[in-house]
């Protein structure tokens, strides 16, 4: 195993920019750890999510044709609160105090919480992608001097899979179902959601699912319901999503084997893989605002 810095200290302009590094050509790289640090710029405390957005998207194959995954760095490190990282945030409204933030992003589903195990045989080689492109924003109004250090930690041997996050981000529409891709091969590990009117943003009388921005959720096969349905709040009920370092109630995960300990990981079970026209169905709410869904996949297409 190797444990070094990819990126020591990068130094992005104050507007947004956008950067790729390579990755290992000849190991599989297990995890990313992205160490954000920055100054407080104002009298106005920076909060969690201002430093985590800082990076916009982090993005596995540099270009768009060869993309294996993507996803927002703010929704990254719920993905990482929700799954037992809950990296500490410091923070300070005095001017120039130095504030900083840091989450990983998983190749190897074991390489995420407090009870990490680089033994696993998942990641991703360089046959698979060759660079990470780091989309980073402009500069918060009340941060500035940025600087990102990229951890990495490799290993000698072969993967099994590696976590790929795909991602679905539209305007929901009341009622209407909407159909996010499972892309084949492997297994889905999970679902992960961000919507912009939670259970505890409703306040209206008599609305119970209705005006949440996510009603329901199931995974169908040729636009069957297979699994599920169920509520955004019963896959956070399982996750606790309701955390204090979560940045936004919006976010649930409904975890289908992300870290399993016996058998094999997510769905379908045994041997099986995804099978074509594999899909997350969800039914939009009457908030009728944006919504992004990441089918969360261990990729076997090693």
């Known amino acids: 195993m190797k444990y070094y810095l990819l990126e020591a200290d990068d130094d992005p302009s104050t507007g947004a920019e956008v950067e790729s590094r390579d ?3 000849n190991e599989t790289a297990k995890a990313l750890i992205f160490d954000i640090t920055a100054q407080q710029s104002s009298g106005t405390q920076a909060t969690r999510v201002n430093l985590a957005a800082q990076i916009d998207q982090i993005r596995i194959g540099a270009a768009e044709s060869n993309r294996v995954s993507e996803i927002d760095g703010e929704d990254l490190d719920a993905f990482n609160v929700l799954n ?52 980073y924003a402009a500069d918060g109004s009340n941060i500035d001097d940025k600087r990102v250090a990229i951890g990495i930690v490799t290993s000698p041997t ?39 009117t939670s259970a505890s943003d409703v306040t209206s009388d008599g609305v119970h699912r209705t005006g949440q921005t996510i009603q329901e959720q199931a995974i169908t096969i040729n636009r069957k319901d297979v699994l599920g349905h169920i509520y955004p709040t019963t896959a956070a009920a399982m996750s606790g999503n309701y955390t204090a370092n979560l940045t936004d109630n919006g976010y ?50 090693v």
């Open 252 to 301: 649930s995960f409904w975890n289908l084997g992300f870290t399993n300990k016996v058998g094999g990981l997510g769905v379908p079970s045994g041997s099986s893989e995804i099978p074509q026209n594999m899909e997350i169905r969800t039914k939009g709410g009457s908030s009728a605002d944006a919504a992004r869904v990441y089918a969360v996949t261990l990729n076997t297409n």
């Open 158 to 196: 072969a993967t099994s899979g590696y976590v790929a996050f795909h991602r679905d981000a539209y305007a929901v529409a009341n009622g209407v179902n909407n159909f996010t891709d499972i892309p084949q091969p492997g297994k889905l590990l999970g679902v992960f959601n961000y919507e912009t």
């Open 84 to 135: 037992g990282n809950e990296v500490n945030f410091d923070s300070s409204a005095s001017d120039n105090a130095r504030v900083s933030l840091g989450y990983v992003y998983p190749f190897d589903p074991f390489c995420l919480s407090p009870e990490v195990d680089f033994n696993q045989p998942f990641g991703i080689s360089g046959n698979v992608a060759r660079k990470v492109e780091v989309s």
């Open 23 to 25: 990755l290992p050509r």
